[in-house]
């Protein structure tokens, strides 16, 4: 059900911050839930963090970026969304997003290939697979974009097919031009050489595994937000003016 809540908005019941949230949660408390929750639930695992959630009687367990709630004793899981009504906010979802963010500083750029146009200042980081539809539509969209920085993840997960055109994109001596005469025109990308070095795919591969990068295309801005999904140039431009946010 679409529920059409705003992202960010200001509202007077706000969720504790992240040094609040930890700092508020007793010891006794904390010790319970990590013993109790794993042993009970034991698919579940060890808890990275166990903090207030915004709703009082809560506490809000984290497994990675999958986040649960639970009362004190750990008697009730439950796995879903808290939405405060008031500000029309799913606070659910805003913490997940802070969790999956990424240091922009921090990604691999020299396992991208690199377009710039105009002047280039602001910048984009982009997971994409070759054969991916979505991809393709985004990347129509993203040429009426101009004074950009691109950085193209190649990140081949819809099967053997996306892994051989990737390789010859990545090898191709134009990445930027093989890989646009593809998604854009439909050109198979050329054979590339055996002795290529394609280790560059695999460690993308990994990259978005551990960052949970599960589909394509995946937009990643300056301020290290994310954004899954093919959007149109006008939310493009928003994004990259407002930073990401």
């Not at 950085?151 to 646009?180: E, M």
């Not at 002795?195 to 978005?208: H, I, K, P, Q, W």
């Not at 394509?216 to 946010?245: H, M, Q």
Request: overall charge positive; hydrophobic content about 40%; some cysteine.
């Amino acid at each position: 059900m679409a529920l059409g809540l705003v992202s960010g908005a200001a509202s007077d019941n706000k969720a504790p911050t992240a040094a609040n949230a930890a700092a508020q949660v007793p010891a006794a408390v904390e010790s319970t839930l990590r013993k109790v929750l794993p042993e009970r639930i034991p698919q579940l695992g060890a808890l990275d963090e166990v903090r207030r959630a915004p709703v009082p009687g809560l506490y809000e367990v984290r497994v990675g970026s999958d986040i649960f709630y639970t009362d004190a004793e750990g008697n009730f899981l439950v796995n879903g969304e808290i939405i405060d009504t008031r500000a029309r906010r799913n606070l659910t979802e805003e913490r997940v997003e802070k969790l999956l963010a990424v240091d922009f500083a921090k990604l691999p750029l020299k396992d991208a290939f690199v377009m710039v146009r105009g002047d280039g200042k602001r910048k984009l980081a982009v997971f994409e697979d070759p054969n991916c539809g979505y991809c393709k539509r985004f990347e129509r969209d993203l040429q009426s974009v101009d004074h950009v920085t691109v950085y193209t993840f190649l990140y081949p997960i819809l099967g053997p097919d996306s892994n051989d055109k990737s390789r010859n994109i990545w090898c191709a001596k134009d990445k930027g031009k093989s890989w646009l005469d593809w998604m854009l025109r439909n050109q198979t990308p050329a054979r590339a050489d055996a002795s290529c070095d394609t280790g560059a795919l695999m460690r993308n591969v990994e990259f978005g595994k551990r960052h949970k990068i599960t589909g394509t295309p995946t937009l990643i801005f300056a301020d290290g937000s994310r954004v899954p999904g093919a959007i149109p140039a006008a939310e493009i431009e928003k994004l990259l003016a407002n930073g990401g946010k």
